[in-house]
Protein backbone atom coordinates (compact mmCIF):
# COMPACT_ATOMS: atom_id res chain seq x y z
CA UNK A 1 0.00 0.00 0.00
CA UNK A 2 2.95 2.28 1.08
CA UNK A 3 4.20 2.40 -2.57
CA UNK A 4 0.97 2.61 -4.12
CA UNK A 5 0.74 6.10 -2.05
CA UNK A 6 4.12 6.91 -3.75
CA UNK A 7 2.96 6.71 -7.13
CA UNK A 8 -0.11 8.41 -6.80
CA UNK A 9 1.64 11.51 -5.03
CA UNK A 10 3.93 11.31 -7.57
CA UNK A 11 1.57 11.43 -10.57
CA UNK A 12 -0.55 13.93 -9.34
CA UNK A 13 2.55 16.18 -8.77
CA UNK A 14 3.71 15.49 -12.40
CA UNK A 15 -0.64 16.68 -13.05
CA UNK A 16 0.11 20.01 -11.00
CA UNK A 17 3.38 20.81 -12.88
CA UNK A 18 2.08 20.59 -16.10
CA UNK A 19 -1.06 22.53 -14.94
CA UNK A 20 1.30 25.37 -13.52
CA UNK A 21 3.25 25.91 -16.78
CA UNK A 22 0.15 26.01 -19.36
CA UNK A 23 -1.60 29.06 -16.49
CA UNK A 24 0.12 32.22 -18.63
CA UNK A 25 -0.63 35.57 -17.98
CA UNK A 26 -3.45 37.39 -20.28
CA UNK A 27 -1.88 39.04 -23.27
CA UNK A 28 -2.79 42.99 -21.97
CA UNK A 29 -1.92 46.59 -22.51
CA UNK A 30 -0.46 48.63 -19.47
CA UNK A 31 -0.24 51.67 -19.80
CA UNK A 32 2.29 53.99 -17.47
CA UNK A 33 2.78 57.82 -16.93
CA UNK A 34 6.58 58.63 -16.70
CA UNK A 35 8.29 62.18 -16.72
CA UNK A 36 11.13 61.89 -19.04
CA UNK A 37 13.32 64.84 -20.31
CA UNK A 38 15.70 63.63 -22.49
CA UNK A 39 16.67 60.64 -25.27
CA UNK A 40 18.76 58.99 -22.19
CA UNK A 41 15.74 58.98 -19.85
CA UNK A 42 13.42 57.51 -22.59
CA UNK A 43 16.13 54.85 -23.23
CA UNK A 44 16.81 53.79 -20.01
CA UNK A 45 13.08 53.40 -19.44
CA UNK A 46 12.49 51.45 -22.49
CA UNK A 47 15.26 49.06 -21.68
CA UNK A 48 14.25 48.14 -18.33
CA UNK A 49 10.79 47.21 -19.60
CA UNK A 50 11.76 45.73 -23.09
CA UNK A 51 14.31 43.69 -20.74
CA UNK A 52 11.32 42.08 -18.30
CA UNK A 53 10.06 38.17 -19.34
CA UNK A 54 6.81 38.16 -21.73
CA UNK A 55 7.27 41.76 -22.89
CA UNK A 56 5.93 41.71 -26.92
CA UNK A 57 6.31 45.99 -27.25
CA UNK A 58 7.50 48.67 -25.97
CA UNK A 59 5.86 52.27 -27.07
CA UNK A 60 7.25 55.53 -25.47
CA UNK A 61 5.19 58.76 -26.70
CA UNK A 62 7.47 61.33 -24.35
CA UNK A 63 5.51 64.22 -25.39
CA UNK A 64 2.79 62.74 -22.82
CA UNK A 65 4.71 61.05 -20.53
CA UNK A 66 3.64 57.70 -21.32
CA UNK A 67 4.91 54.50 -21.84
CA UNK A 68 2.90 51.43 -22.87
CA UNK A 69 3.56 47.93 -22.80
CA UNK A 70 1.84 45.59 -24.60
CA UNK A 71 1.87 41.37 -23.85
CA UNK A 72 2.21 39.13 -21.05
CA UNK A 73 2.95 40.53 -17.83
CA UNK A 74 1.72 41.87 -14.77
CA UNK A 75 0.78 45.20 -14.36
CA UNK A 76 2.66 46.12 -10.81
CA UNK A 77 5.64 44.20 -11.95
CA UNK A 78 6.22 46.91 -14.68
CA UNK A 79 5.88 49.91 -12.37
CA UNK A 80 8.20 48.83 -10.55
CA UNK A 81 10.66 47.81 -12.74
CA UNK A 82 10.22 51.39 -14.02
CA UNK A 83 10.53 52.82 -10.53
CA UNK A 84 13.43 50.93 -10.18
CA UNK A 85 15.37 53.05 -12.60
CA UNK A 86 14.89 56.03 -10.67
CA UNK A 87 11.83 57.66 -12.51
CA UNK A 88 8.67 58.60 -10.54
CA UNK A 89 5.78 56.48 -12.09
CA UNK A 90 2.08 56.13 -11.79
CA UNK A 91 -0.29 53.81 -13.59
CA UNK A 92 -1.85 56.20 -16.59
CA UNK A 93 -4.67 58.25 -14.92
CA UNK A 94 -6.54 59.85 -18.03
CA UNK A 95 -9.31 58.32 -19.97
CA UNK A 96 -10.98 60.17 -23.16
CA UNK A 97 -13.33 63.11 -22.24
CA UNK A 98 -16.18 61.29 -24.48
CA UNK A 99 -16.47 58.48 -21.83
CA UNK A 100 -17.24 60.63 -18.62
CA UNK A 101 -20.92 61.78 -18.45
CA UNK A 102 -19.80 65.05 -16.69
CA UNK A 103 -15.74 65.54 -17.74
CA UNK A 104 -15.42 69.43 -16.62
CA UNK A 105 -15.98 68.04 -13.08
CA UNK A 106 -13.10 69.78 -10.36
CA UNK A 107 -11.78 66.10 -9.41
CA UNK A 108 -11.97 65.16 -13.36
CA UNK A 109 -10.61 68.21 -14.91
CA UNK A 110 -7.14 68.56 -15.38
CA UNK A 111 -5.22 71.18 -17.24
CA UNK A 112 -2.23 68.74 -17.16
CA UNK A 113 -3.88 66.46 -18.85
CA UNK A 114 -3.31 65.73 -22.84
CA UNK A 115 -5.43 67.12 -25.22
CA UNK A 116 -8.95 65.03 -25.28
CA UNK A 117 -8.34 63.54 -21.77
CA UNK A 118 -9.54 64.28 -18.35
CA UNK A 119 -8.35 62.30 -15.01
CA UNK A 120 -10.29 58.87 -14.59
CA UNK A 121 -12.60 59.51 -10.95
CA UNK A 122 -15.42 58.04 -9.82
CA UNK A 123 -18.18 60.40 -11.38
CA UNK A 124 -21.24 62.29 -9.57
CA UNK A 125 -24.83 61.13 -11.16
CA UNK A 126 -27.49 63.31 -10.62
CA UNK A 127 -30.62 61.85 -9.63
CA UNK A 128 -32.57 62.19 -12.40
CA UNK A 129 -35.76 62.87 -10.16
CA UNK A 130 -34.96 66.09 -9.03
CA UNK A 131 -36.56 68.82 -9.78
CA UNK A 132 -34.17 70.32 -11.70
CA UNK A 133 -34.02 67.67 -13.97
CA UNK A 134 -37.77 67.19 -14.25
CA UNK A 135 -38.11 71.05 -15.43
CA UNK A 136 -35.68 70.78 -17.79
CA UNK A 137 -37.24 67.68 -19.51
CA UNK A 138 -40.42 69.77 -19.07
CA UNK A 139 -39.00 72.39 -22.30
CA UNK A 140 -37.03 69.82 -24.11
CA UNK A 141 -37.56 69.14 -27.33
CA UNK A 142 -37.51 65.25 -27.23
CA UNK A 143 -40.43 65.20 -25.17
CA UNK A 144 -43.68 65.30 -27.51
CA UNK A 145 -45.82 66.71 -24.54
CA UNK A 146 -43.48 69.64 -23.80
CA UNK A 147 -44.89 73.48 -24.05
CA UNK A 148 -46.45 74.45 -26.87
CA UNK A 149 -45.50 77.87 -26.57
CA UNK A 150 -42.44 77.34 -27.72
Not at 4 to 22: G, P, Q
Not at 40 to 63: F, H, L, P
Not at 114 to 119: I, L, Q, R, T, W
Request: net charge positive.
Amino acid sequence: MGALDYLSNFCSATSTRSTSRSRRKPMQTVEIKVKMDCDGCERRVKNSVKSMKGVKSVEINRKQSRVTVNGNVDPNKVLKNIMNTGKRAEFWPYIPYNLVSYPYVTQAYDKRAPAGNVKNVVQAFSVPNTTDEQMTHLFSDDNPNACSIM
